[in-house]
């Protein structure tokens, strides 16, 4: 069974840096059909997507917001953190981990498991 | 970046109607386009992915078309549990979401 669950802080002061944790199970991290993606979404707004790792360990940004975050991962752990640094309050939102996964035949890059999302509140 | 235009926004329908949410892409994307389904407090559901392939466990009333730029969602018979926001997702290049259509009861 796939499961992914995101854990980190409720509330974070304006400018703080802000780390929060992915951590799966039913599938390994190094599998190299699948990778692992952070996605927010503001309250009332869309979607956004934010950072990727590929089961090789190569990571890709969102070209606006890449100055401020980090991916990484611990494939012992089965985790995947992101950092975001100097946060503001328009960055308030619930914040998804996702599994991206390719077939044995093809892949299109598509999330199949997400996680129930945190949400993160940023106030003094 | 490709960006990613959906509409309509917003739209009121009626149990047994046929619903169809479009994408467009900024650029080609060949058949790099998913569905995601999402309803309050919950995270997204995906519905099709490769443009046109159904999810495993979806209903077969929810089908989906296009590629390069231009694609469709399509619900053939709304029904209940389907009144929800939907996204486009191209995946040809990282990711972008489109910003959302909000299926409404009329």
């Known amino acids: 069974q796939v499961t992914l669950k995101e854990s980190g802080p409720v509330l974070v002061k304006p400018t703080e840096t802000l780390t929060l944790t992915c951590t799966v199970s039913?599938?390994?991290?190094?599998?190299?059909?699948?990778?692992v993606s952070w996605i927010r979404q503001p309250p009332g707004k869309a979607l956004e997507w934010l950072a990727h790792?590929?089961?090789?360990?190569?990571?890709s940004y969102s070209p606006s917001l890449k100055s401020r975050l980090t991916i990484s991962r611990d494939t012992s752990k089965s985790q995947v953190v992101l950092t975001m640094t100097n946060m503001d309050p328009v960055d308030t939102a619930t914040y998804y981990c996702?599994?991206?996964?390719?077939?044995?035949?093809?892949?299109?890059?598509?999330?199949?498991?997400w996680g129930q999302g945190t949400l993160v509140t940023i106030s003094s | 970046d490709i960006q990613m235009t959906q509409s309509p926004s917003s739209l009121s329908a009626s149990v047994g109607d046929r619903v169809t949410i479009t994408c467009r892409a900024s650029?080609?994307?060949?058949?790099?386009l998913n569905w995601y389904q999402q309803k309050p407090g919950k995270a997204p559901n995906l519905l099709i992915y490769?443009?046109?392939s159904l999810q495993s466990g979806v209903p077969s009333r929810f089908s989906g078309s296009g590629s390069g730029t231009d694609f469709t969602l399509t619900i053939t018979s709304l029904q209940p549990e389907d009144f929800a926001t939907y996204y486009c997702?191209?995946?040809?290049?990282?990711?972008?979401f489109g910003q959302g259509t909000k299926v409404e009861m009329k």
């Open positions: 996702a599994r991206l996964y390719c077939s044995r035949s093809s892949c299109y890059n598509q999330f199949d498991y």
């Open positions: 490769a443009a046109s």
């Open positions: 790792i590929f089961s090789d360990g190569d990571k």
């Open positions: 997702l191209q995946s040809y290049s990282t990711w972008t």
């Open positions: 039913g599938f390994s991290l190094s599998n190299v059909r699948m990778g």
């Open positions: 650029q080609s994307i060949s058949s790099y």
